[in-house]
C-alpha cells in the first residue's frame, strides 16, 4: 500500500509541474496573441522581440526558462542525470519550445 501511495503521490506531482509549465507557455502565448492596441504599439524598430521559452537544465534537473534569466521559471523535480548523454547535452544547450503541446510531448518523452 506504501508504494502505490508513492506512485500515486509522484504521478500528482508530475502532474502539477506539467500543469505550472502550461502556465507559463499559456502567459507567453497571451502576449503574442493580444497585441497593444493601435495607439500605443511602437514602430517596428523599437518592438521587443516575444520572450523565449527553453527547456534546460537547473542545478542538475530539468528546468524551464522564460526570456533571459539565468534562473528557471520553474524547475522539475526530475533529474536529468537519469537520460541518455545525448538527451543530457541537449538539455544543457537549450530545447526552444514554441508551444504548450511541445513542451507537454518533451516533458512526457524526458519524464517517461
Known amino acids: 500500500m506504501k508504494h ?13 509541474t506539467i500543469v505550472s509549465g502550461f502556465f507559463a507557455i499559456e502567459d507567453f502565448h497571451n502576449r503574442e496573441e493580444n497585441p497593444l492596441p493601435a495607439e500605443t ?3 517596428v524598430s523599437e518592438e521587443s522581440k516575444p520572450e523565449k521559452v527553453v527547456l534546460g537544465v537547473f542545478e542538475e534537473k530539468l528546468a524551464l526558462f522564460a526570456g533571459e534569466s539565468p534562473y528557471p521559471n520553474i524547475v522539475y523535480d526530475f533529474f536529468v542525470r537519469n537520460l541518455p ?3 543530457r547535452e541537449r538539455l544543457s544547450k537549450g530545447i526552444l519550445v514554441s508551444s504548450e ?3 507537454e510531448s518533451l516533458l512526457e518523452d524526458f519524464m517517461s
Not at 502505490?4 to 502539477?16: C, Q
Open 4 to 16: 502505490s501511495f508513492a506512485a500515486t503521490l509522484a504521478a500528482l506531482l508530475l502532474v502539477g
Open 41 to 43: 504599439k511602437t514602430s
Open 85 to 87: 548523454p545525448e538527451d
Open 101 to 103: 503541446s511541445e513542451l
